[in-house]
């Protein structure tokens, strides 16, 4: 039996979280012994001791933009060589194999791959746009260190190879799977008494991290026209942030209070319901103003029979066929992604055509089974 050690950057439930537990839930236990260490406790650690997944904490640092300074960088190097190191001790003697990194932000594989021997397989959900010089860091890093790399879709692909950091060869793109939503009316009902809406209420909702590319200020600013002219319409802005980063939810809501229509508005912080919440929503919407890699909350959207709407780069170019499944509007342009989903406000024909079609593309290219037995196929490699 192999072991698999998987480092991860936190221990919450957004998509990269979602993808991690599928893998070390579904992966074959007579071939495949995951061992988990993350940097924190959460709903993650919870959800795989649950299911009998081997978990550890050991609170190793993240890269992220905190340590973007010179006392950061001095912080960082000082945690780094301490915690590797107690990564290291925990599983030196369990005959790892592979270590599978499940994000750009961890660094601790580069370590434990000379102190274990084993092989290291990196799993890249981003897309680093800004700073530069961090995409062409990490790219170096990525292409140098990694005996395979695992990338969500083409243009995370494109990005990286982009650099000239990453050999083509070491490269393969593997689609995030989703489980199909199987819910019922019954089973989210409680949705519509909990935000007092109509039944003829048409709810159109964003799932994600409050950051500074998600795109809730575009989806405020293109929502609140069609608010305005439609009181049948009800919007939903659902996500956390990150510690240190309260600001952006405290500026959202500031936004929000200032809209003649905030009593049609719902901010809430992450919840763990999201499978309900998408079949409760009508339209689902995804603004991100750098393309995101491949967005796992428009594959839950398109397992709940939903018609999406985004702009067009990224991953999200590679799950929505435009005018097919949903709609594209023009990247970082506000009052086209207004236009687009107002046509699907206006045209519930649409919604349940293009929502069909989604489901039939989620069936067929991002099931979970695929995908796991793909990962399954790579660790034997």
Request: glycine share 6%; aromatic share 10%; proline share 4%.
């Given at each position: 039996?192999?072991?698999?050690?998987?480092?991860?950057?936190?221990?919450?439930?957004?998509?990269?979280?979602?993808?991690?537990?599928?893998?070390?839930?579904?992966?074959?236990?007579?071939?495949?012994?995951?061992?988990?260490?993350?940097?924190?406790?959460?709903?993650?650690?919870?959800?795989?001791?649950?299911?009998?997944?081997?978990?550890?904490?050991?609170?190793?640092?993240?890269?992220?933009?905190?340590?973007?300074?010179?006392?950061?960088?001095?912080?960082?190097?000082?945690?780094?060589?301490?915690?590797?190191?107690?990564?290291?001790?925990?599983?030196?003697?369990?005959?790892?194999?592979?270590?599978?990194?499940?994000?750009?932000?961890?660094?601790?594989?580069?370590?434990?791959?000379?102190?274990?021997?084993?092989?290291?397989?990196?799993?890249?959900?981003?897309?680093?746009?800004?700073?530069?010089?961090?995409?062409?860091?990490?790219?170096?890093?990525?292409?140098?260190?990694?005996?395979?790399?695992?990338?969500?879709?083409k243009a995370v692909k494109n990005h990286l190879i982009a650099t000239n950091l990453v050999k083509e060869e070491k490269v393969t793109v593997l689609y995030n799977g989703v489980e199909l939503n199987t819910l019922v009316p019954k089973d989210y009902e409680y949705l519509t008494k909990e935000f007092k809406?109509?039944?003829?209420?048409?709810?159109?909702?964003?799932?994600?991290?409050?950051?500074?590319?998600?795109?809730?200020?575009?989806?405020?600013?293109?929502?609140?026209?069609?608010?305005?002219?439609?009181?049948?319409?009800?919007?939903?802005?659902?996500?956390?942030?990150?510690?240190?980063?309260?600001?952006?939810?405290?500026?959202?809501?500031?936004?929000?209070?200032?809209?003649?229509?905030?009593?049609?508005?719902?901010?809430?912080?992450?919840?763990?319901?999201?499978?309900?919440?998408?079949?409760?929503?009508?339209?689902?919407?995804?603004?991100?103003?750098?393309?995101?890699?491949?967005?796992?909350?428009?594959?839950?959207?398109?397992?709940?029979?939903?018609?999406?709407?985004?702009?067009?780069?990224?991953?999200?170019?590679e799950m929505v066929v435009d005018n097919y499944n949903g709609i594209l509007a023009t990247p970082n342009n506000p009052s086209d992604l207004s236009m687009t989903i107002k046509e699907l406000v206006d045209n519930p024909e649409e919604r349940v055509l293009y929502g069909t079609r989604s489901l039939d593309?989620?069936?067929?290219?991002?099931?979970?089974?695929?995908?796991?037995?793909?990962?399954?196929?790579?660790?034997?490699?």
């Amino acid at each position: 039996m192999k072991s698999i050690l998987y480092l991860h950057a936190g221990s919450e439930m957004y998509g990269a979280d979602k993808i991690l537990l599928e893998i070390v839930t579904g992966i074959d236990k007579s071939q495949f012994h995951p061992i988990v260490v993350l940097p924190s406790e959460g709903i993650l650690a919870q959800n795989m001791r649950e299911s009998g997944i081997e978990v550890y904490i050991i609170d190793y640092p993240i890269l992220r933009r905190k340590y973007f300074n010179l006392k950061g960088i001095l912080e960082y190097t000082k945690q780094y060589k301490n915690k590797s190191g107690l990564i290291y001790k925990l599983v030196k003697d369990r005959n790892i194999t592979t270590i599978h990194v499940n994000t750009a932000a961890v660094l601790e594989g580069i370590y434990l791959k000379n102190k274990l021997n084993a092989k290291l397989l990196w799993h890249i959900h981003e897309i680093i746009v800004r700073p530069k010089l961090i995409n062409y860091f990490l790219s170096f890093l990525i292409g140098k260190f990694s005996d395979q790399i695992i990338v969500v879709s083409k243009a995370v692909k494109n990005h990286l190879i982009a650099t000239n950091l990453v050999k083509e060869e070491k490269v393969t793109v593997l689609y995030n799977g989703v489980e199909l939503n199987t819910l019922v009316p019954k089973d989210y009902e409680y949705l519509t008494k909990e935000f007092k809406v109509a039944q003829d209420t048409i709810k159109v909702g964003m799932i994600g991290r409050i950051n500074a590319w998600k795109g809730q200020t575009d989806f405020l600013t293109a929502i609140n026209p069609i608010l305005a002219n439609n009181s049948k319409v009800k919007a939903f802005i659902i996500g956390g942030v990150f510690e240190g980063e309260e600001w952006r939810r405290d500026d959202l809501i500031q936004k929000i209070n200032k809209s003649p229509q905030k009593n049609q508005i719902e901010l809430l912080d992450f919840r763990s319901d999201t499978k309900a919440l998408f079949r409760f929503f009508d339209i689902f919407v995804l603004p991100s103003t750098n393309p995101d890699p491949l967005p796992t909350v428009v594959l839950e959207a398109m397992a709940a029979a939903k018609p999406v709407v985004g702009y067009g780069h990224g991953g999200i170019t590679e799950m929505v066929v435009d005018n097919y499944n949903g709609i594209l509007a023009t990247p970082n342009n506000p009052s086209d992604l207004s236009m687009t989903i107002k046509e699907l406000v206006d045209n519930p024909e649409e919604r349940v055509l293009y929502g069909t079609r989604s489901l039939d593309r989620q069936r067929e290219l991002y099931s979970v089974d695929v995908f796991i037995r793909n990962i399954e196929d790579i660790y034997n490699k």
